[in-house]
C-alpha cells in the first residue's frame, strides 16, 4: 500500500523519510506515531522532508511527538518543506537546508458547508490553528509572534539563505537535484526557479515514458559499437542509459557516416542496410533536449503572464505553445473584465462618429 512516509531502523538510529502529501493515500499520522514510539527512547532521528505539506493536525501530532522524543533530531530538507511539513521541520534540534532548497510557512486553510455558524467555527478553528504554527516558527527563530503570523499571511518562501537569516534552518548545505512533481499550483507565490525546477522533474518522468526497451536497445546497440561496458545502473533508471547511448565518439562517427557520398559506398555494400539507418529509432538525448525547450517556453510565458504557477499543469497536460498562450489570456481576461481575448481591429469603431459631424456639432451657429 502507497504510503507518504517511510521509517528505516538502523544500527546508530533511525532515519525518517517524508516524501509525500501528509495524509495522502488515506492513510493518517496513527501508523506514523505508533512506528516512531516503537524506536528506542534515545535513538536519533533524521528526518528527511521533500514534501507540499498536507493535513495539518497530522503535522501537529508529528510535530508535538518529535518534539517529545528523547534522542536528537536532524532535519534534512531534500526539497521542498512547505506549508505543514515546514512545521513538522521545527521539531528538529538542527535544520539543515541545501542551497537550493525551499521553505514555505502560510496560513491553514479548509473547506466547510454549513450553515452561518458551521463557517464561523471554522474561521475560528483556523484562527487557532495559526496560532499555534506561529509560536512554532516563533519559538525556532526566536522572533516576535507577530512577525512570524505576517509571513505566514502572506505566503512566504524562503531559500537556504533566507530560512539561515530568519532562523528557520541551522545550516546550509551543498545544492542538491530537486526530484520533486509535486502540484505546487495551490500555492500563489511559489518561486520562479522552484516552478522550473518541478516542471523539468515532470518533463524528465514523463518524456521517456514507453520508451524503455527502446531507450536499452540503443545502449547495448551503442555498446557494441564502441566495446564501453555496460554501466551499473538500476532497473528503473532510464535516464542514465539514455545518455549513454549515444556518447560522442558514436555520434560525431555516426554524422560522418551521414556525409558520406554515395560513390565512395562498396559496390558489395548490402540496400538492407541503409533501409535499417533510415529507421533507426530518434536519438534519445534530442528528444529530451526538445521537452525540455518546450518546458522552458512554457515556463517563460507563465512568467511574463504572471501565472507561473500553471506552468506544471500545462506540461502534464502536455499543451501546445499556442493552448498555453489561450489559456493565459483567458486567464488574464478573466481576471480584468477589462481585457478580451480577442484584439479589437485597428480603427474606429461602428459606432463612431465622422469628425466633420463632430466638429459642425461642436461650433454650430446658433439663432
Not at 502560510?106 to 458547508?113: A, E, L, N, Y
Not at 562498396?266 to 535499417?276: C, F, L, R, Y
Not at 525547450?293 to 515556463?299: E, K, L, Y
Request: aromatic letters at 6%; charged letters at 20%.
Amino acid at each position: 500500500m502507497n504510503s507518504w512516509y517511510t521509517i528505516r531502523a538502523r544500527a546508530s538510529g533511525a532515519e525518517v523519510l517524508i516524501y509525500d502529501e501528509i495524509g495522502a493515500y488515506g492513510v493518517s499520522a496513527k501508523g506514523f506515531l505508533a512506528e516512531l514510539g516503537a524506536l528506542p527512547e534515545g535513538a536519533p532521528i533524521d528526518l528527511r522532508l521533500n514534501s507540499p505539506g498536507g493535513s495539518v493536525f497530522d503535522a501537529v501530532a508529528i510535530y508535538n511527538a518529535l518534539s517529545r522524543h528523547a534522542g536528537t533530531v536532524t532535519v534534512w530538507i531534500d526539497g521542498i518543506a512547505a506549508s505543514a511539513a515546514s512545521y513538522i521541520a521545527m521539531a528538529g534540534d538542527e535544520i539543515i537546508m541545501p542551497e537550493n532548497a525551499f521553505l514555505m510557512i502560510h496560513d491553514p486553510s479548509g473547506i466547510v458547508m454549513g450553515t452561518a455558524a458551521d463557517m464561523r467555527d471554522m474561521a475560528g478553528a483556523l484562527d487557532k490553528m495559526a496560532a499555534s504554527m506561529s509560536r512554532g516558527y516563533a519559538a525556532k527563530s526566536g522572533k516576535p509572534e507577530g512577525e512570524i503570523a505576517a509571513l505566514m499571511a502572506a505566503e512566504t518562501w524562503f531559500d537556504a539563505r533566507d530560512a539561515l537569516d530568519l532562523g528557520l534552518a541551522t545550516r546550509m548545505a551543498e545544492p542538491v537535484r530537486i526530484a520533486a512533481s509535486f502540484d505546487i499550483g495551490r500555492f500563489r507565490n511559489a518561486p520562479p526557479e522552484l516552478v522550473e525546477a518541478v516542471a523539468e522533474t515532470v518533463v524528465a518522468s514523463n518524456g521517456f515514458e514507453g520508451d524503455h526497451d527502446q531507450t536499452a536497445e540503443q545502449c547495448a546497440t551503442a555498446e557494441a559499437e564502441s566495446g564501453v561496458e555496460k554501466d551499473n545502473t538500476t532497473p528503473g533508471d532510464t535516464t542514465a542509459p539514455a545518455q549513454a547511448a549515444l556518447p560522442p565518439t558514436a555520434q560525431s562517427e555516426g554524422v560522418a557516416g551521414a556525409n558520406i557520398l554515395p560513390a565512395t559506398t562498396p559496390p558489395d555494400a548490402s540496400p538492407e542496410s541503409s533501409v535499417a539507418d533510415a529507421n533507426t529509432a530518434p536519438d534519445a538525448s534530442a528528444i529530451r533536449a526538445e521537452a525540455i525547450a518546450h518546458a522552458r517556453i512554457v515556463i517563460d510565458l507563465c512568467r511574463l503572464a504572471g501565472q507561473p504557477q500553471m506552468a506544471g499543469r500545462f506540461l502534464e497536460e502536455d499543451a501546445s505553445v499556442d493552448a498555453v498562450r489561450a489559456k493565459l489570456l483567458a486567464a488574464k481576461a478573466e481576471a480584468d473584465p477589462q481585457i478580451t481575448s480577442h484584439h479589437p481591429q485597428p480603427g474606429p469603431g461602428p459606432s463612431a462618429r465622422p469628425w466633420g459631424d463632430v466638429i459642425a456639432r461642436t461650433f454650430k451657429l446658433k439663432g
